[in-house]
């Protein structure tokens, strides 16, 4: 079956004089078209009713645990009278709800804000209906980070899966130099994938990070909007600091020989593979994060790295209160529901591994 956002790539594959265009138009119409795009409309379900389980779907223990980063933002600037907490791809709002609930214990919590970046009007109002009757005024949104402006002085940033939904551009080594790997017709009129010579300088700036001399064949992508993003966070002038958590690697990990077709997936009703060319516009499309070199490009934006590890790792580290308080108490069928999300979020064969929690502090 032909959706209709292949419809519009065969369409534009059409119209290039190359009849070929970059993945990362394809992965970019594919989830992001108005009308087609796998993220129009109105936020995904997710959890088991959707194609993909979230930290934030285990429960709402994952965003309490993340208050506590924000208390310790706080207390770091000085316990400031006004502070807010940034959230960008927010989705329905429920982190946020989670975040909020686990500040009310806090003195933070009687004079936070809370604000969402955020683009389209859809998701605006899922979010404005989850989250107004908690947060009342104290709850705006900006359409993108150029908004944000001088306001405000001191916040948390928040990104919980952003970046791997940002479009990449896939490009093949073909023994003598990189290539750029875009989306043609082939000779069955299917959609496949076929070489250009990369002429473009923001690739090129990309492609000094990659690999030096890596085998003939071998396939991965570069993050030219990641980058992007990085640099448009640096430009707003807000102290505190940036949380960020994803799928991703170091980068000695993510050019691993083993890794040589990239790390692009598609995600269709929990199921995982490579056919990323499939049901395009309604199976969502990810690509792993690089840390090293979104850390390394902070830095050069200004922040300060404070703690890079696994996801199990950073949220035990965060726990550790909380678990302490529950010693000598008997257990409560929340406190038992509790520990089966921690377990799920901190276990290796869950969650624990798969993702990776940075935070960096401005």
């Not at 940033?157 to 970046?163: A, D, G, K, S, W």
């Amino acid at each position: 079956m032909i959706t209709p956002a292949e419809l519009l790539i065969r369409q534009l594959i059409a119209a290039s004089s190359r009849h070929w265009v970059s993945f990362a138009q394809v992965m970019e119409l594919a989830l992001y078209h108005p009308d087609h795009g796998y993220y129009a409309h109105s936020p995904r379900r997710i959890g088991r009713a959707g194609d993909f389980f979230t930290a934030v779907s285990v429960g709402p223990l994952y965003g309490r645990l993340l208050a506590q980063v924000a208390v310790e933002t706080w207390e770091r600037l000085g316990c400031p009278p006004s502070f807010t907490l940034i959230e960008q791809g927010a989705h329905d709002g429920q982190l946020a709800a989670d975040v909020w609930e686990g500040l009310q214990s806090h003195a933070l919590g009687a004079v936070a804000r809370y604000l969402i970046v955020e683009p389209q009007a859809a998701y605006r109002e899922a979010q404005q209906q989850r989250l107004g009757p908690l947060l009342g005024e104290r709850l705006a949104w900006v359409e993108n980070l150029s908004g944000l402006g001088s306001d405000p002085a001191h916040a948390l940033f928040l990104c919980n899966e952003l970046l791997d939904a940002f479009p990449v551009h896939r490009v093949r080594w073909n023994g003598q130099a990189w290539e750029e790997l875009g989306v043609v017709l082939d000779e069955h009129d299917a959609l496949g994938f076929g070489p250009q010579p990369i002429t473009d300088l923001v690739l090129a700036e990309e492609l000094t990070r990659l690999p030096a001399d890596p085998p003939a064949g071998y396939t991965t992508e570069v993050h030219p909007a990641a980058t992007q993003w990085l640099r448009s966070l640096a430009a707003t002038s807000f102290k505190g600091a940036l949380m960020m958590a994803d799928y991703g690697h170091e980068q000695a990990e993510y050019y691993a020989p083993e890794r040589s077709e990239g790390t692009v997936r598609r995600y269709q009703q929990h199921r995982m593979d490579g056919d990323i060319l499939g049901a395009l516009g309604l199976s969502d499309l990810t690509a792993h994060i690089n840390f090293t070199q979104v850390i390394a490009e902070a830095e050069r934006g200004g922040f300060v790295l404070e703690r890079f590890m696994e996801q199990g790792r950073f949220l035990t580290h965060l726990a550790k209160p909380w678990l302490a308080s529950l010693e000598g108490r008997p257990p409560t069928s929340e406190t038992m529901a509790l520990l089966r999300q921690f377990q799920t979020l901190t276990h290796p064969s869950h969650m624990g591994v798969a993702f990776r929690m940075l935070l960096m502090a401005r």
